[in-house]
């Protein structure tokens, strides 16, 4: 009798700590972006946590994480809701740190429970309002212009942030505060005219905070990786909230009848390089701030972003629009500068300690094609079609969604083919890493298996 109830005893203590050490693996899983980084993690997690990879069943859905530990005769299954899918740089990076530390050094349970934010909710959207400004000088505004789009972006960042606190659907709020930073650009075109040349170019900039070019990075990623059902899933989602920014824009456009002011806007640049490098920096910091990336990797990224931008307006500016380079069009130029950063970022993970994503997808952020997505947004909402002469104006509209839109997939697959192709050199190292510290874990018997 004695002996079933110190049995039933240790069953259910053993119960208890793999529940919470499952519960543990869920709640890392959920802080990272793209399925692979999620799955790799995992596992590397549940090595530390004593579950071997053959017991471990991992299924990921975007809005929910499901483990397995089974070993034939016992299961257990735990699932964890996603309810956001904020990306947090800090999170990505110090979980793939602390999965290496907590093998190597023994951490205890508690010892593993910590995240942190690097930077208050007003920090970031002032980040993110010159990050915009930033994308403004890069469309050809002035200096003014720039602060211009910089404080409506702030503002509208800053609603945004209110309507996720305060529980609002996550689309409506997208469209509220598009709405919002649109007006606020509107309204500076009131102020007078000899403060700044470029008047109109804020509102192209001014709600480009909510444009989600990491859902698409990390949808071609999942894409690739074959992890099909969820790749798709991040498409439906990043269209839904272009889609709500749009309508945001829209509304607002409609309502104060802002004409269509494009064929006013140059499309040819003009600024200095060295203004287009200040630029891109600014942006790259800014949404790095809206990613939580550390402190320390904000100049990393700024240069980062100053070689992406640089590199495609070399590749795609050129004699014709009287520029240095080598005139071979905006689509490949996007794609020559996120290869060159992603490239860059396999040999500069070893020296700064955190994944590829941390470095490349801020720094080639500052290449979205604005103008182009703004274009075909005006084109379509100020359209009229009522005779043949209306027809060109959409066809240009059409023209500049579909070129927005290979630029998008080309800086996406510029991000993710080099990585792919580094992971499998970088996997075949760390595995042979994570092999010999389990190796001498279990040595110390702090290692045991569930």
């Not at 740190?97 to 909710?121: C, F, G, H, V």
């Not at 809206?290 to 990393?300: A, G």
């Not at 005006?378 to 509209?397: H, R, W, Y």
């Amino acid at each position: 009798m004695i002996l079933e109830e110190q049995l039933e005893t240790t069953v259910k203590i053993h119960d208890q700590q793999l529940h919470r050490r499952v519960d543990l693996l869920l709640r890392t899983g959920k802080l990272l972006a793209d399925t692979n980084r999620i799955v790799r993690n995992m596992k590397r997690t549940a090595a530390y946590l004593g579950i071997p990879e053959e017991k471990l069943h991992i299924n990921v859905s975007f809005t929910m994480l499901m483990v397995n530990v089974s070993d034939g005769d016992y299961s257990f299954t735990k699932f964890q809701r996603i309810e956001g899918h904020g990306v947090n740089m800090t999170a990505i990076s110090e979980v793939s740190k602390l999965s290496w530390r907590a093998i190597e050094q023994d951490y205890t349970l508690d010892q593993y429970e910590e995240e942190k934010r690097n930077y208050t909710p007003t920090q970031v959207a002032i980040g993110a309002g010159f990050a915009c400004g930033g994308f403004c000088i890069q469309f050809g505004c002035d200096w003014m212009a720039f602060l211009y789009a910089s404080i409506a972006a702030i503002l509208g960042m800053r609603l945004r942030q209110k309507c996720n606190e305060s529980g609002l659907n996550h689309y409506m709020g997208i469209a509220i505060s598009a709405f919002v930073a649109t007006m606020l650009a509107w309204a500076s075109t009131f102020l007078p005219a000899e403060w700044t040349s470029t008047p109109w170019h804020p509102l192209l900039a001014c709600a480009l905070f909510i444009v989600p070019g990491v859902p698409l990075i990390n949808f071609v990623d999942d894409m690739l990786d074959n992890y099909i059902q969820v790749g798709i899933v991040r498409a439906v989602n990043t269209l839904l909230m272009v889609a709500a920014m749009a309508f945001g824009i829209a509304f607002a456009v409609k309502l104060c009848s802002i004409a269509n002011f494009f064929p006013t806007i140059s499309m040819v640049p003009h600024h200095a390089y060295w203004e287009y490098a200040i630029a891109a920096a600014i942006s790259a910091m800014g949404f790095s701030m809206i990613f939580n990336i550390q402190r320390r990797l904000l100049w990393v990224v700024a240069i980062g972003g100053i070689i992406a931008v640089c590199t495609r307006n070399f590749v795609n500016l050129g004699p014709s629009t009287n520029n240095i380079g080598l005139d071979m069009g905006l689509v490949i130029g996007s794609f020559a500068g996120a290869v060159v950063v992603s490239i860059i970022a396999i040999k500069a993970v070893h020296w700064f300690h955190v994944p590829n994503h941390v470095l490349t997808i801020p720094s080639v952020i500052p290449m979205i094609p604005g103008v182009l997505m703004y274009r075909m947004l005006f084109g379509l909402i100020n359209m009229n079609v009522q005779s043949i002469d209306q027809v060109t104006p959409l066809m240009k509209a059409i023209e500049s969604g579909v070129n927005s839109g290979l630029v998008i997939m080309c800086i996406a697959l510029g991000v993710a083919i080099p990585n792919i192709f580094g992971r499998k050199y970088i996997a075949s190292s760390k595995n042979k890493r994570l092999a010999a510290i389990l190796k001498e874990r279990k040595a110390r018997g702090k290692f045991v298996e569930w």
